[in-house]
């Protein structure tokens, strides 16, 4: 691994970016929080099933849930989420900002309408409007419980 300019760290020349993905835990609606996470944030979604991979759940009520899910969005956003079968502790999230959702100016219109889908059915923790650093801010918990935040600088 090289470093960078000042010696410091790897470099990232030539290679590909790590992402940090946000990977949300379900008792039971992993499916539907990614299809409503589809829905607002457009994408390509695949869903796996603890019952597509034979062996993962003794529980024959428990095939359908999520073993692993993904959402791909246009924007490069990528959204991972599974339920919790019996046989694994349930972890619920933590409060707080779970999914921060920012972007540029020339974002502001997909992110309003983030924002938007997503406190249909959820709680509004903050409107989604300018803030006094200048940003367009706003926080909504949805449906589902997921917590999130959304930020847009303007020009």
């Not at 300019?5 to 946000?22: C, I, K, V, W, Y």
């Not at 869903?47 to 899910?69: A, N, R, Y």
Request: proline share 6%; net charge negative.
């Amino acid at each position: 691994m090289a470093a960078d300019d000042d010696g410091h760290g790897p470099s990232q020349e030539g290679t590909a970016m790590a992402r940090l993905n946000p990977y949300l835990s379900f008792k039971t609606e992993a499916r539907d929080a990614l299809e409503l996470y589809r829905s607002v944030l457009g994408g390509e979604l695949s869903i796996d099933t603890f019952g597509s991979i034979p062996g993962m759940v003794d529980d024959p009520e428990e095939q359908h849930l999520v073993m692993h899910g993904q959402l791909e969005t246009p924007n490069g956003l990528c959204i991972m989420a599974a339920d919790t079968p019996s046989s694994i502790p349930y972890v619920a999230p933590t409060s707080g900002v779970v999914v921060a959702l920012t972007g540029t100016a020339e974002d502001h219109e997909y992110v309003a309408a983030a924002y938007e889908g997503l406190a249909d059915g959820g709680e509004v923790t903050a409107p989604f409007e300018k803030a006094p650093w200048g940003d367009y801010f706003g926080q909504v918990t949805d449906r589902f419980g997921v917590s999130w935040m959304f930020d847009v600088g303007t020009e």
